[in-house]
């Protein structure tokens, strides 16, 4: 359903002596099939609305193709227009509209007649369960039932794909998971869905597939259990943050990493916010010998947690930085 | 047509916003009418030799201005709802649909214009009282003239608000525009009166122009030349600068 081939986006700025390029997007290529939900995960900065706005045909990309339901992008963006939502990160509601005469006005901008745009407006607040506030000023709604209308605003001409540029940041878990179950229920609509996201459980859960994007790149991309495979045996984390915070002159992180790094038994390491992480094959036969090896040296860890490989740990393993910092 | 229908659409949608803050419709009747009640009483002693001996006359003279300060400044300020909605993300809501990009702009600007000429129509109705007079068509025919200044100012302001894209800048350049324009059509006080030299430099503003077309519409002179050259210079002004507006908006976008 999207296609994208070395899609590529650089953004002139400032003036003068100052004047520069920033590359935001760098060529990146991807496919999604018919009634996935594929996601882009990556930090602040990644690229991901700017290629999302690319596929929207809010920006002319600088390079590359794209097809979007059999439709070229940069040929016949009006055409596109046709089959495609798009829910921005920022909502674009009128403070001072509510949210049935917004979605009445999206329905008749797609061409819907009055009266259609009318039923196509109570549905969507059925749908959404905007019932309860549906005639109110938007600009008192709160931010999940803000966010619940930027979707059903989105979708209210049954797009056959749909893009959502991190559709639950700043939302709490329960409005999170809700907002899950709709874009489940898109997609058993029939919907192909697009989204960005930088919360790894909503990549991991809510996506059939991912790509990992960094700075303007993909560095990986699969389903996240393959991902995850990618990084095989386990994480051990040793939590130091609490015991330096005691005693600042013990250095303990610093010394863990140089005794550690090297060990046999340690395929990787990476020092990750006050906390040591190390990739082994097996955390019950490492924890020991990482136990000794600390003790011999007079180091004290704090906390010492085992757990599967998480997409950040591939995010790490292909970056050498963490999602979560 | 598409274009049509959405302007329609947008024009509906602004105007329904609009609607639903009158308070804010009313307040910014206030200044008008405070220059009316206030202002105009000074301009019939100034005016006393130039052949406003009465109440009547003084509004006659001043009524027109007031409608081309009106429509000047309620235009230059358009940019401000612009930017707001492009900040807002509205704009880029709308961009994503296949809704007519002319009718994006041209939907905002007409609620301008009818705005304008609802305003001008209050304060007509307040004035006369005070001894306004005007024909009927003359009138309707100062309307038009009206809606079509406000065209152009409002494009004007989106024009600059799509290059500076900052509220602070448009503030400034605004009424580093508005405030030589505003005296060099002689809104408050007629051009007669000014000395020679501004009345020459005048000649090279456009809305002294549509203010000689206005005031010659109250005084009953629909055939004065002045009439239809203002009228003719406001369009084709407000057609090229819409142009522009719809150029400015369109660039960077597929
Ligand atoms: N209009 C623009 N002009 C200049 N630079 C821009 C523009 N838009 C984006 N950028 C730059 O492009 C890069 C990618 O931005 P983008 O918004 O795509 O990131 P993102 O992955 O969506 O990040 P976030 O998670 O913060 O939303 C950033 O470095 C950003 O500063
Ligand atoms: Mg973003």
Redesign the pocket.
């Known amino acids: 359903m999207i296609e994208a081939t070395g899609l590529r986006?650089s953004?002139?700025?400032g003036r003068g002596r100052g004047a520069g390029t920033?590359?935001?997007?760098r060529g990146v290529d991807f496919a999604v099939r018919r009634g996935e939900i594929v996601g882009?995960l990556?930090?602040?900065?990644?690229?991901?609305?700017?290629?999302?706005?690319m596929l929207a045909t809010l920006?002319r990309p600088s390079g590359g193709a794209a097809t979007i339901a059999g439709v070229d992008l940069l040929r016949s963006p009006a055409q596109v227009r046709h089959r495609i939502g798009f829910v921005a990160?920022a909502s674009g509601t009128y403070d001072d509209s509510t949210a049935r005469r917004d979605l009445i006005l999206q329905a008749r901008m797609h061409g819907r007649s009055k009266g259609v745009a009318q039923e196509l407006a109570a549905a969507a607040i059925r749908a959404f369960q905007l019932d309860d506030f549906a005639d109110r000023r938007i600009r008192t709604y709160s931010g999940g039932q803000r966010r619940r209308l930027d979707v059903a605003l989105g979708v209210i001409h049954s797009p056959q794909v749909m893009f959502l540029?991190?559709p639950t940041?700043g939302l709490d878990p329960p409005s999170r998971a809700r907002m899950w179950q709709e874009v489940r229920r898109l997609r058993e609509d029939g919907m192909t869905i697009f989204l960005?996201t930088?919360y790894l459980d909503e990549a991991d859960s809510l996506c059939d597939r991912v790509s990992i994007?960094d700075a303007?790149r993909i560095v990986a991309e699969g389903t996240p259990s393959a991902l995850k495979r990618e990084i095989s045996g386990d994480v051990v984390a040793i939590d130091f943050a609490a015991a330096d915070l005691a005693d600042p002159a013990g250095g303990g992180l610093p010394a863990a990493t140089k005794v550690l790094a090297e060990a046999p038994y340690v395929r990787g390491s990476e020092p990750v916010d006050g906390a040591l992480r190390l990739y082994v094959d097996s955390a019950a036969t490492a924890i020991p010998q990482i136990m000794r090896a600390l003790y011999d040296r007079g180091i004290e860890p704090g906390a010492i947690e085992t757990r599967r490989p998480s997409l950040d740990d591939v995010f790490l393993a292909k970056t050498g930085r963490s999602l979560e910092e | 047509m598409r274009v049509v229908r959405d302007t329609w659409l947008i024009f509906q949608q602004e105007a329904g916003l609009m609607v639903r803050n009158p308070v804010m419709v009313a307040f910014s009747l206030a200044q008008p009418i405070t220059y009316l009640v206030l202002f105009a009483p000074f301009l019939k002693v100034v005016m006393v030799d130039r052949g406003a001996s009465t109440y009547a006359d003084a509004y006659r003279i001043y009524v027109p201005g007031l409608f081309v300060a009106m429509g000047l400044f309620g235009g230059l300020f358009a940019g401000y709802g612009l930017l707001s909605a492009l900040r807002a993300g509205i704009i880029e809501r709308c961009r994503v649909t296949p809704v007519s990009r002319t009718a994006l702009l041209l939907g905002r600007a007409l609620m301008h214009v009818c705005l304008n000429v609802v305003q001008a129509v209050v304060i007509t109705l307040v004035a006369l009282p005070f001894g306004l007079r005007v024909h009927l068509a003359n009138l309707l025919v100062s309307y038009a003239l009206l809606a079509v200044m406000v065209l152009l100012s409002t494009s004007i302001s989106y024009d600059i608000a799509l290059l500076v894209r900052n509220e602070n800048s448009l503030g400034v350049l605004v009424n580093t525009v508005g405030q030589p324009i505003s005296l060099l059509a002689g809104v408050l006080i007629p051009l007669v009166l000014a000395p020679m030299w501004i009345q020459r430099a005048a000649l090279w503003n456009p809305f002294a122009w549509a203010t000689d077309g206005m005031r010659a519409l109250f005084a009953g002179q629909i055939l004065q030349t002045v009439v239809w050259q203002g009228a003719l210079i406001m369009t084709g002004l407000a057609a090229a600068s819409l142009f522009w507006s719809s150029h400015l908006f369109n660039r960077e976008v597929s």
């Open positions: 986006k953004f002139r700025v920033v590359e935001a997007v882009f990556g930090p602040n900065g990644a690229g991901k609305s700017t290629t999302l706005r920006l990160q540029d991190e940041a960005t930088h994007i303007g």
